[in-house]
T-cell receptor, first 116, second 114 residues
Framework: DAGVIQSPRHEVTEMGQEVTLRCKPISGHNSLFWYRQTMMRGLELLIY????????DSGMPEDRFSAKMPNASFSTLKIQPSEPRDSAVYFCASSLAAGARSDTQYFGPGTRLTVL | SQKIEQNSEALNIQEGKTATLTCNYT??????LQWYRQDPGRGPVFLLL?????KEKRKERLKVTFDTTLKQSLFHITASQPADSATYLCALPDRGSTLGRLYFGRGTQLTVWP
């Protein structure tokens, strides 16, 4: 398996523009997580899905952020409109959450977002 | 939720020495605890898992301990090498959840110098 795939790897945009980040989880995994990482705040969970259903979006900072998972192999995180403070590395991770008490998460390479 | 503290943001040691990283949690005792490694420009990578009924776990030069009384896990790298330089994060599961959610610490940046 190719692992978790994220695109784009780097994104530079101007304030006010819409940004869409994409993620393809590992095949067979049923939980998907979106994180944001900054030096100031570390790794923050934004939202996670189980079987394509959003379970907890309490980490989404504002209404400007939205996420979807239309099927088991694809998820998007959208920021509209983007602001400079959204600049960070965004990670997608997936896991096989089967209640096995050992839910290892597999992370993608991340998308480095810069909002000018 | 769970509050996690990892010792000092940065740890610098000489090659060949043992690095010891600390992870403390303050709320409920988790069913297990995980350690991840993160290299610059990359996502975290799983290293080890230790369960609540295990005192110690080893994998090559890595050793993890788990003390539920102290609410603490220690992560040791013996005979450290410059290639071990990275940020190490501990992670704990959400209480009672079977959906895979983890709480991550801020991480400790380890630098091993020759």
């Amino acid at each position: 398996d190719a692992g978790v795939i994220q695109s784009p790897r780097h994104e530079v945009t101007e304030m006010g523009q819409e940004v869409t980040l994409r993620c393809k989880p590992i095949s067979g995994h049923n939980s998907l997580f979106w994180y944001r990482q900054t030096m100031m705040r570390g790794l923050e969970l934004l939202i996670y899905f189980n079987n394509n259903v959003p379970i907890d979006d309490s980490g989404m900072p504002e209404d400007r952020f939205s996420a979807k998972m239309p099927n088991a192999s694809f998820s998007t995180l959208k920021i509209q409109p983007s602001e400079p403070r959204d600049s960070a590395v965004y990670f997608c991770a997936s896991s096989l959450a089967a209640g096995a008490r050992s839910d290892t998460q597999y992370f993608g390479p991340g998308t480095r977002l810069t909002v000018l | 939720s769970q509050k996690i503290e990892q010792n000092s943001e940065a740890l610098n040691i000489q090659e060949g020495k043992t690095a010891t990283l600390t992870c403390n949690y303050t709320n409920y005792s988790p069913a297990y605890l995980q350690w991840y490694r993160q290299d610059p420009g990359r996502g975290p990578v799983f290293l080890l898992l230790i369960r609540e009924n295990e005192k110690e776990k080893r994998k090559e030069r890595l050793k993890v301990t788990f003390d539920t009384t102290l609410k603490q896990s220690l992560f040791h790298i013996t005979a450290s090498q410059p290639a071990d330089s990275a940020t190490y994060l501990c992670a704990l599961p959400d209480r009672g959840s079977t959906l895979g959610r983890l709480y991550f610490g801020r991480g400790t940046q380890l630098t091993v110098w020759p």
